[in-house]
């Protein structure tokens, strides 16, 4: 199978997502398995509940940000995918 026939396996009208999983800076990971996972659940509770804000669904998948050794990287990536969805849905 070429890279031509995997494109034309992508749902239509679809825009692509890519999470950055890696520092540009020192090529490291930004996040762990777990934190990369949850991005995919911010991901559909912002599409599934349209009208909770951020906190609200932090609350509901009960992240705390805080207690991260990379909170703020987390919590920036989670907000990230959370804006994009929104923006598309």
Sequence with gaps: MTEDDTKSLEPVG????KIRMT???TNAPDLDIEQIEMLA???DYAANYPKLP???IAKKLGVDFTKAKNGKTWEAE???????ERAIG
């Design 14 to 17: 679809y825009p692509e997502r």
């Design 78 to 84: 989670c907000r990230e995918v959370f804006d994009r």
């Design 41 to 43: 659940n911010f991901s």
């Design 23 to 25: 520092n540009p800076k």
């Design 54 to 56: 951020f906190e609200e």
